[in-house]
């Protein structure tokens, strides 16, 4: 199994501001993933990050106001840019350790923006 | 392309009673299946997966689930539920080993007294 930790777990920010979020895992992986859970609904990627080679985003989601850092093999952040109201959500870290194809996921970042 | 349909956007049950949370997936390679639950203000916690071999797989908290490939189904079910299973239900597919996740639109789960 992994622990995956995040900060903040949660935050209330002003509109047009940028709030970056970490994710920290126990182990060494080589795929880290951010996902999206808006209010009452499910889970959505935002992007893949590897380690030492730019992220790849979903469709609907751009480097510009999502942007992600790899720097090692253990942390990951993504910044919510400029942000609005409608990115009031719940963000997800997640990764796939060793051999077992499980993947954990972070207890998440409550964002709420007004 | 994946997908994940969630039969039942909402499961209410008596404690004691069996629970049965449905799951089709659609998938252009043999899939990597997967359950997982969402309590309140919670993250994500890993209930089971299927990736080859035995079609039943056991989970944690009593839960099992069967992959039947003639069905596209990976149902979710637990004997007798108890209200600590109360809680949403994500079922999720993944095409490869290593790859992202795509989950259906996720199942509340009411345990009634």
């Known amino acids: ?114 | 392309a994946q997908s994940v349909t969630q039969l039942g956007s909402h499961v209410s049950v008596s404690e004691g009673a069996l629970v049965l949370l449905r799951c089709n997936y659609s998938s252009s390679v043999p899939p990597y299946l997967f359950w997982y639950v969402q309590y309140p203000n919670q993250g994500l916690q890993l209930l089971l997966k299927y990736t080859t071999g035995a079609t039943l797989v056991k989970g944690i908290n009593g839960f099992e689930a069967e992959f039947k490939k003639s069905e596209t189904s990976f149902h979710l079910t637990k004997p007798s539920a108890h209200m600590s299973d109360a809680a949403e239900y994500f079922c999720a597919v993944r095409a490869t080993s290593y790859g992202k996740l795509t989950f259906g639109q996720g199942t509340i789960l009411t345990v009634h007294p």
Request: include cysteine; aromatic fraction near 10%.
């Open chain 1, 1 to 114: 199994s992994a622990v995956i930790s995040q900060k903040p777990s949660r935050d209330i920010c002003q509109r047009g501001t940028s709030l970056t979020i970490q994710c920290q895992v126990d182990s060494q992986v080589t795929m880290m993933f951010w996902y999206r859970q808006q209010p009452g609904q499910s889970l959505t990627l935002i992007a893949t990050a590897n380690q030492g080679s730019e992220a790849t985003y979903e469709s609907g989601f751009v480097i510009d106001k999502f942007p992600i850092s790899r720097p090692n093999l253990t942390f990951s952040t993504l910044t919510v840019s400029n942000m609005s109201p409608e990115d009031s959500s719940i963000y997800l870290c997640s990764a796939t350790p060793g051999q077992t194809y499980e993947q954990y996921f972070g207890p998440g970042t409550r964002l709420t923006v007004t």
